[in-house]
């Protein structure tokens, strides 16, 4: 496995503002991927981050609502742009280690007044 | 895709008792998870188990998976209060890439 962290742990956000959350990788992957989890809900893909590429986003994600960067094979950022009272959840990066294995962050808990 | 479903979705149990969940998903896969998350933090990577496998164990966990019926179960064994937690299956959906698509959950409540 690998240390994956995220920042900030939490947040609490006034809504027509964006908050960017980083996620950092104590080794170098190829892979990062972004979730979100609503409240009692399960775990949604936003996108997948590939270093050097742009991210590719799932259906009901757009990139204008989440930019993604991927600047290098250890680090990712995700920005929730424009945030209203629905984008409040918990934001998880994943990365692929073992084969076919993911691995996630501790999640990041955004609250949206 | 369209998420499996899980059930139950809660399940209430005492110390020492075998807990059992059950995981359904719609598409063929190379792979199923399952995960572990503790009141909504990360999630816990806890086995995983390939489309050619029928069965599988990890410490007091116990895993099928019947393709022909596309399910999976996950069994604990001798819960603990520490098991108490969330419990999702994830799967592939046998694209190849490793994007994940959950279970809907089960929360789990072991008493002392």
């Known amino acids: 496995s690998a240390v994956i962290s995220q920042k900030p742990s939490r947040d609490i956000c006034q809504r027509g503002t964006s908050l960017t959350i980083q996620c950092q990788v104590d080794s170098q992957v190829t892979m990062m991927f972004w979730y979100r989890q609503q409240p009692g809900q399960s775990l949604t893909l936003i996108a997948t981050a590939n270093q050097g590429s742009e991210a590719t986003y799932e259906s009901g994600f757009v990139i204008d609502k989440f930019p993604i960067s991927r600047p290098n094979l250890t680090f990712s950022t995700l920005t929730v742009s424009n945030m209203s009272p629905e984008d409040s959840s918990i934001y998880l990066c994943s990365v692929e280690l073992a084969r076919e294995t993911q691995y996630f962050g501790p999640g990041t808990r955004l609250l949206v007044l | 895709s369209q998420q499996g479903e899980e059930d139950p979705q809660a399940l209430s149990i005492q110390e020492g008792e075998n807990a059992t969940m059950n995981c359904s998903y719609k598409t063929s896969i190379n792979n199923l998870q399952w995960y572990r998350q503790n009141s909504g933090r990360g999630l816990v990577h806890l086995i995983l188990?390939?489309?050619?496998?029928r069965e599988k164990h990890s410490g007091r966990l116990r895993v099928t998976l019947d393709t022909s019926k596309k399910s999976s179960s996950l069994l604990i064994t001798a819960s603990r209060a520490a098991d108490t937690a969330s419990y999702f299956c994830?799967?592939?959906?046998?694209?190849?890439?490793?994007?994940?698509?959950f279970g809907t959950g089960t929360r789990l409540l072991v008493s002392p």
């Open positions: 994830a799967t592939d959906e046998g694209t190849g890439f490793q994007k994940l698509v």
């Open positions: 188990i390939r489309s050619n496998e």
